[in-house]
């Protein structure tokens, strides 16, 4: 099983990155696909999700309006879409694939994003 984040760096205030997450070994459609993000000295927090079939997202408060989740199932892909960066989106951003029927838990090596002038 693989996760492979890509596509972080350093952006401006105001900015916009994509975040893909390339994934292998396993039934992409069949799991929940998730991004979460650590700041330095901060617990893991979840930032977006997306059901297999890709119908239902949700997010924390904190992104609502400026983040996008998606995936594409032929691609065995998930997406973040950040616009409307802040310096307080600083973190490393991880993808997590998840399942609760039999119970599996994916991640990722995750993929630093910093947002400064």
């Known amino acids: 099983v693989q996760l492979v984040e890509s596509g972080g760096g350093l952006v401006q205030p105001g900015g916009s990155l994509r975040l893909s997450c390339a994934a292998s070994g396993f039934t992409f459609s069949r799991y929940a696909m998730r991004w979460y993000r650590q700041a330095p000295g901060k617990e893991r927090e979840l930032v977006a999700a997306?059901?297999?079939?890709?119908?239902?997202?949700n997010y924390a408060d904190s992104v609502k309006g400026r983040f996008t989740i998606s995936r594409d199932n032929a691609k065995n892909t998930v997406y973040l879409q950040m616009n409307s960066l802040k310096p307080e989106d600083t973190a490393v951003y991880y993808c997590?694939?998840?399942?609760?029927?039999?119970?599996?838990?994916?991640w990722g090596q995750g993929t630093q994003v910093t947002v400064s002038s």
């Open positions: 997306i059901v297999g079939a890709g119908g239902s997202t």
């Open positions: 997590n694939a998840a399942r609760a029927y039999p119970k599996a838990d994916y």
